[in-house]
């Protein structure tokens, strides 16, 4: 009987995972590792590089074909290539995760500015003027205010120390007290006092 298309199908993906497999966890390029002994070490479940390196020296003694001579000759080699393996590996993913720390580091240091200047705009706007019932309120705000620049300075400073999820929370939270203080500063009054002042007191809580 004629094997159906699906068969076909299904026989050419098995061929090709395993064709790659055996590509990635090809063990004859470790010296002293020929066809033959390849065979017996993923016999005895070692199919890569590294599970041969982690794989005990006494254990691999025991596999035939190798013995407790080529055993050290045979993880010496091992864990040379896969050393340079992991450092190559590692030299790669460093410079992509530097560039994505440094672009976070100036979403927030961006974040930031626009939120002083927000600051120092409703400052100016919410100034009491000739309105002294508004007075303790503009003075709350203000104490506030440098309360949170002093923040905003400090996380700067150690920003190098958060980690990314707060970093994020942080340049999120940020622009919603921004959009809060655009809206609720543009002139004085009790409940725009009241709004910015306790926009102003969550993202300072946010940032302890």
Known sequence: ????????????????????????????????????????LNDSGIMSIKKLCET???????????????????????????GKKSQKSASKTAPGKQKKTKKINQQLQKQFKALLKRLKQVNEN?????????LPAYIDFKKRAKTLRIQLNTI?????????KDKKKII???????????????????????????????FSKLLK
């Open 126 to 134: 919410l100034k009491p003027l000739g309105k002294k019932k508004y």
């Open 1 to 40: 009987m004629e094997p159906c298309l699906e068969d076909l199908k299904s026989y050419v993906l098995v061929t090709f995972a395993q064709g790659a497999i055996m590509k990635k966890d090809d063990l004859t390029q470790i010296k002293h590792i020929g066809a033959a002994r390849m065979n017996f």
């Open 56 to 82: 005990p020296l006494e254990k691999l003694s025991q596999i035939q074909g190798i013995g407790d001579h080529y055993a050290k000759l045979i993880k010496a080699s091992a864990t040379e290539i896969y």
């Open 172 to 202: 999120k939270n940020a622009g919603i007290l921004d959009s809060s203080l655009k809206a609720a500063g543009k002139k004085p009054s009790k409940k725009n006092y009241k709004k910015v002042i306790m926009g102003i007191q969550a």
């Open 156 to 164: 700067v400073e150690k920003q190098d120390k958060l980690s990314k």
